[in-house]
């Protein structure tokens, strides 16, 4: 048996990323170590929730700062330092998985105490992300967060046991920027829907008609937030489209983003759409029941630099479920994982919306059932087990 592990992460293990991204992977991690100590942080509402992964694996949880602005986030981290530190003295940890740059810091600072190896779950570009949705706005102040951020990820790169990415084309950034080659993994975003078995068309037709929709519709879905990098409005501007060819066509968006999703759906160019669209929040375990009856899904995030380190858990969710999906281009390695299973359109220019009512019959047409194998390869959680095991095997 493999020895003790730390893993920390600021985000929290009840909320719908936790359930989908964190969890399933901890459970994985506890079958290779003897014992896993978790460090996480929880929203209010969740703070005193149980939760039960596995017998091995020792739950700190801490309440998210949701209040005092940057200043919250400042004591958290502080928290996160002292709660990991308390750890370390009072356990024989032999090193640390941290997932996300926040969490990461906190290693380089114990590895100064400790002399501690850790791992860097790498999950995208956070400093650039914060610049792109405006959370540090321009100025000399976030000028100088933006260098001193930057020098602390080059020295946590250089300093980590092992790099974990999301995408190829950021995995090869790293080759050309920085010398560390012989320690990155490739690990994308995955998920278990694969254990899943699609219900048979009767059962189909029931669970259509218990959402409110016309047993004959093709179904085109959008799922997860809206507002930032996720635009919804581009993917209502298909469906408008959509529907003056697929008479017969339904839109489902799953998001917990309500409010802003009706505001959206409430515009006046939008008004032909009412009655074909349901908007619905649903927790994430029930994700795969809508999902065996939609036929494409549908999908637009805001092309920026920071999507070359990406990997859409929306997107990796679809086809798992064998669902061909609409997307824009240069999104991680999707332009090149949709080309390799065939499983969807890419636009190059969502204003030019033209070009996919050529290619939709085709999707359309595709076999379910081979599709979710050919995407297997890429997004199922055999991978990460895979992966792991060689990771954690030298921590022995």
């Known amino acids: 048996m493999f020895k003790n592990c730390l893993y920390l992460t600021y985000d929290g293990l009840h909320d719908p990323l936790g359930q989908s991204q964190i969890i399933p992977y901890l459970k994985i991690i506890s079958k290779k170590v003897s014992k896993l100590y ?4 929880e929203k209010k509402k969740n703070i005193n929730k149980n939760i039960y992964i596995s017998e091995n694996i020792f739950l700190i949880k801490l309440k998210f700062s949701d209040s005092f602005g940057k200043l919250g986030k400042i004591l958290d981290m502080l928290k996160l330092f002292f709660y990991s530190f308390k750890l370390l003295i009072k356990n024989k940890i032999s090193f640390i998985h941290a997932r996300s740059h926040l969490s990461a810091y906190i290693c380089l600072l114990l590895k100064f105490f400790f002399k501690i190896d850790f791992i860097f779950d790498f999950r995208g570009l956070w400093i650039e992300e914060r610049i792109e949705n405006r959370s540090w706005k321009k100025g000399l102040i976030y000028n100088f967060f933006f260098l001193i951020f930057k020098l602390l990820e080059k020295k946590t790169l250089k300093n980590s046991y092992k790099i974990i990415v999301l995408t190829k084309t950021f995995k090869e950034f790293l080759y050309l920027n920085f010398d560390i080659k012989n320690k990155v993994y490739l690990i994308p975003c995955v998920n278990n829907f694969y254990n899943y078995s699609n219900p048979n068309y009767l059962k189909k037709k029931i669970f259509k008609k218990k959402i409110g929709f016309n047993e004959k519709n093709k179904i085109f879905c959008y799922l997860g937030s809206v507002g930032g990098i996720y635009d ?10 959509i529907k003056k060819k697929y008479y017969f066509s339904s839109f489902l968006i799953l998001t917990n983003n309500l409010k802003l999703t009706k505001s959206i759906i409430s515009k006046t160019k939008y008004f032909s759409l009412k009655n074909r669209i349901k908007v619905l929040s649903i927790k994430w375990k029930e994700i795969k029941n809508y999902l065996s009856i939609v036929d494409i899904g549908v999908n637009y995030i805001k092309n920026g630099f920071p999507r070359i380190a990406q990997s859409p858990t929306r997107t990796n969710e679809f086809l798992s479920m064998g669902v061909p999906i609409i997307t824009n281009n240069n999104i991680g390695d999707l332009d090149e994982i949709l080309k390799k299973i065939n499983g969807g359109i890419v636009i190059n220019n969502f ?18 059932n081979l599709l979710k194998i050919k995407s297997r390869n890429f997004f199922s959680m055999h991978l990460v087990d895979k992966y792991y095991s060689e990771i954690y095997e030298t921590r022995r």
């Open 351 to 368: 204003n030019n919306k033209l070009p996919i009512f050529n290619k939709i019959d085709n999707l359309l047409c595709l076999d379910k």
């Open 232 to 241: 919804l409005e581009k993917v209502l501007d298909i469906f408008i489209l």
């Open 38 to 41: 978790v460090i996480s942080f």
